[in-house]
């Protein structure tokens, strides 16, 4: 927690030690950046605004722009209550703002939120996407890192050819000699000989000489890889990454998902939806495809150059209507509609946030409570073009109905 006033600070971690946490304060934004990179970084971090050195929304940028660091959930505390410096703050990154004075019953609130929203993306759930991620793609590095210890899922076609762990042996000669029955270390040496004079595979070698049989071999080598991934599944506190990376693979050893999967988490395996089903991303619900009339509208805006994503959501229900183009970043989505719907006075036609080389541009339509989504790519689009877009699409989905 980095407050600048010592009176604010001294109340605030009086508060939040009596229900429990473990509080670590500092005085400014460099001492909460220092912390924020020692050993042990916080997971959640509660920042003021304005503070000497880097202020609150400096210090959330410092910390995205590192993305292979854990994640730290922010909270920024602020007097600040306009549209725009909310703009400004999530397109930082912020997570939740608390806004000055507040009562401790409101940031105990927030922080339980904090906890549950930290809990998920540490849960075995994070890695599951990113299997079903690998898993639809033709191939590619799936890496679990935790601590020293790091986990890489190989995947060739939609299935895994192997998986290695840092903390453990993990070549195929290990799973012959790691058997009572296994392969004898002699005929494994022979094996190598014959696979690196002759180029041929090595468990091709193995079953042609009769060492050990085709169903053996693929039964042994599933036992294997479903240890290593229960292991890999168990790491505690692990950042998740898929990078796509075909590649030629010429064994035929290799296994589904369902193969390997430890019991008790079929999550992993991607459900089937029926043509209406919705599912969630981000906080918001997204349907499997939009209506005809929405699906024609939304097409315009993506027939438009730089346009990569168009959607329709209706945001008291919090319910995507309609996607076409790009898959949508639910988070910052959310947080749009959110700062629309919830604006008080006069009426908003548009909110944009700029995000790398994005934009991210939603406008109301006349129908209360919905709104016109869409991404943009800097490069490309003319802005005023887009913004010409985003009203054209609002009035189409308005004169299609329900």
Same mark, same amino acid.
């Given at each position: 927690?980095?407050?600048?006033?010592?009176?604010?600070?001294?109340?605030?971690?009086?508060?939040?030690?009596?229900?429990?946490?473990?509080?670590?304060?500092?005085?400014?934004?460099?001492?909460?950046?220092?912390?924020?990179?020692?050993?042990?970084?916080?997971?959640?971090?509660?920042?003021?605004?304005?503070?000497?050195?880097?202020?609150?929304?400096?210090?959330?940028?410092?910390?995205?722009?590192?993305?292979?660091?854990?994640?730290?959930?922010?909270?920024?505390?602020?007097?600040?209550?306009?549209?725009?410096?909310?703009?400004?703050?999530?397109?930082?990154?912020?997570?939740?703002?608390?806004?000055?004075?507040?009562?401790?019953?409101?940031?105990?609130?927030?922080?339980?939120?904090?906890?549950?929203?930290?809990?998920?993306?540490? =849960?075995?759930?994070?890695?599951?996407?990113?299997?079903?991620?690998?898993?639809?793609?033709?191939?590619?590095?799936?890496?679990?890192?935790?601590?020293?210890?790091?986990?890489?899922?190989?995947?060739?076609?939609?299935?895994?050819?192997?998986?290695?762990?840092?903390?453990?042996?993990?070549?195929?000669?290990?799973?012959?000699?790691?058997?009572?029955?296994?392969?004898?270390?002699?005929?494994?040496?022979?094996?190598?000989?014959?696979?690196?004079?002759?180029?041929?595979?090595?468990?091709?070698?193995?079953?042609?000489?009769?060492?050990?049989?085709?169903?053996a071999l693929h039964e042994r080598v599933r036992r294997w890889l479903r240890g290593k991934l229960?292991?890999?599944?168990?790491?505690?506190?692990?950042?998740?990454?898929?990078?796509?990376?075909?590649?030629?693979?010429?064994?035929?050893?290799?296994?589904?998902?369902?193969?390997?999967?430890?019991?008790?988490?079929?999550?992993?395996?991607?459900?089937?939806?029926?043509?209406?089903?919705?599912?969630?991303?981000?906080?918001?619900?997204?349907?499997?495809?939009?209506?005809?009339?929405?699906?024609?509208?939304?097409?315009?805006?993506?027939?438009?150059?730089?346009?990569?994503?168009?959607?329709?959501?209706?945001?008291?229900?919090?319910?995507?209507?309609?996607?076409?183009?790009?898959?949508?970043?639910?988070?910052?989505?959310?947080?749009?509609?959110?700062?629309?719907?919830?604006?008080?006075?006069?009426?908003?036609?548009? =909110?944009?946030?700029?995000?790398?080389?994005?934009?991210?541009l939603v406008g109301a339509t006349s129908t209360k409570d919905q709104f016109v989504y869409l991404?943009?790519?800097?490069?490309?689009?003319?802005?005023?073009?887009?913004?010409?877009?985003?009203?054209?699409?609002?009035?189409?989905?308005?004169?299609?109905?329900?």
């Open positions: 927690m980095a407050e600048d006033d010592p009176l604010s600070r001294r109340l605030l971690v009086k508060t939040l030690r009596g229900r429990g946490y473990e509080v670590v304060d500092v005085e400014d934004g460099e001492a909460a950046w220092a912390r924020c990179n020692g050993p042990s970084p916080p997971a959640i971090a509660i920042f003021d605004w304005m503070m000497p050195g880097l202020t609150g929304v400096e210090l959330c940028q410092k910390l995205r722009a590192e993305s292979d660091r854990p994640y730290t959930y922010v909270m920024l505390l602020t007097a600040r209550n306009r549209h725009q410096d909310l703009l400004d703050g999530y397109a930082a990154g912020v997570d939740d703002f608390v806004t000055k004075p507040y009562a401790p019953e409101q940031l105990l609130a927030r922080l339980e939120a904090a906890e549950r929203v930290m809990s998920v993306m540490a =849960a075995p759930r994070g890695l599951a996407a990113a299997l079903r991620e690998a898993e639809a793609s033709p191939g590619g590095d799936l890496v679990v890192r935790a601590g020293e210890v790091v986990g890489r899922v190989l995947f060739h076609g939609g299935r895994v050819a192997w998986i290695h762990l840092s903390s453990e042996p993990g070549s195929l000669v290990d799973v012959l000699r790691g058997e009572p029955d296994g392969v004898s270390i002699e005929d494994v040496r022979a094996v190598l000989a014959e696979s690196a004079a002759s180029g041929r595979n090595f468990a091709e070698v193995l079953i042609d000489w009769e060492l050990i049989s085709e169903e229960q292991t890999i599944i168990g790491l505690d506190g692990a950042f998740t990454m898929f990078a796509p990376q075909p590649r030629g693979y010429k064994g035929e050893l290799t296994y589904t998902l369902a193969e390997l999967l430890p019991e008790g988490l079929p999550a992993i395996q991607a459900p089937s939806r029926p043509r209406d089903a919705t599912h969630a991303a981000g906080g918001v619900v997204i349907t499997a495809e939009p209506t005809p009339a929405v699906a024609t509208a939304l097409q315009s805006a993506l027939a438009v150059s730089g346009v990569r994503s168009a959607a329709l959501f209706d945001a008291d229900r919090g319910v995507c209507l309609g996607r076409l183009g790009a898959e949508l970043d639910g988070g910052l989505v959310l947080r749009l509609l959110q700062l629309l719907h919830h604006e008080s006075g006069e009426r908003v036609e548009d =909110a944009m946030i700029t995000r790398g080389r994005r934009y991210h991404e943009l790519d800097r490069a490309v689009v003319n802005l005023a073009q887009a913004r010409i877009t985003l009203r054209t699409v609002a009035e189409k989905v308005v004169l299609a109905g329900p």
